[in-house]
């Protein structure tokens, strides 16, 4: 089952070319649920098997992530909460996890646009609080091709690396789907409990 998942996914990214790269890292790094770590390291398999190129998988995902991050840095600018109150309950976000990524940002200033590109979920939203802070926008861009930079490569790298031990791993396919089934379970558990306890103080209060 995972080796299916993993040939479907690398096929797509693989038809796609740099441009689904550069889609996909966009929505990344806007408020769209599509995690960096569910794009780079497949992007990784294909510089394993010499269809990409390490330094374009590197540049054209950072140029994703340049994309999403001032486009969210513009709803920032001039929506702020009313775009996360508007639309965030299509994208699996509430102004809880605004709330969060605000404070975060208040708390390191500027610098949390170079620390937030490794922390989930405060990635997708940080552009948002920078643009709503008027942020300068020379600074925003540096630390954010710096620190997507970074990241990408780490996680391009890390697939690479897995890719030249897939056959290893292929002999615990079992156990790793058993694994990887346990995981989502847990992970829509969670999210689910989550959701609906908050739910329930929202109503309390």
Not at 55 to 77: C, D, K, N, P, R
Not at 80 to 94: E, N, Q
Not at 117 to 125: C, E, G
Not at 127 to 146: D, H, N, Q, R, W
């Amino acid at each position: 089952m995972t080796e299916l998942l993993v040939d479907h996914i690398v096929n797509w990214i693989a038809l796609s070319g740099y441009g689904g790269v550069i889609i996909l890292m966009a929505l990344e790094s806007m408020v769209a649920p599509i995690p960096s770590e569910a794009v780079m390291p497949f992007a990784g398999f294909l510089i394993f098997e010499g269809k990409f190129s390490f330094h374009e998988v590197i540049l054209f995902s950072t140029i994703g992530s340049f994309i999403g991050s001032v486009i969210s840095y513009y709803a920032g600018l001039y929506g702020g909460r009313p775009f996360v109150v508007r639309f965030g309950k299509y994208l699996l976000l509430d102004l809880h996890d605004l709330e969060v990524t605000e404070r975060f940002f208040n708390k390191y200033g500027d610098k949390t646009i170079f620390i937030s590109r490794f922390i989930p979920v405060v990635r997708h939203l940080i552009s948002l609080p920078a643009g709503a802070g008027e942020m300068k926008f020379g600074k925003f861009i540096l630390y954010t091709v710096i620190g997507a930079g970074l990241w990408n490569s780490f996680l391009a790298y890390a697939g690479f690396r897995l890719k030249s031990h897939w056959e290893e791993i292929r002999h615990y396919s079992q156990a790793l789907d058993i694994a990887v089934l346990f995981v989502l379970l847990l992970g829509v558990t969670y999210f689910v409990y989550f959701h609906i306890r908050r739910k329930k103080k929202q109503q309390a209060g």
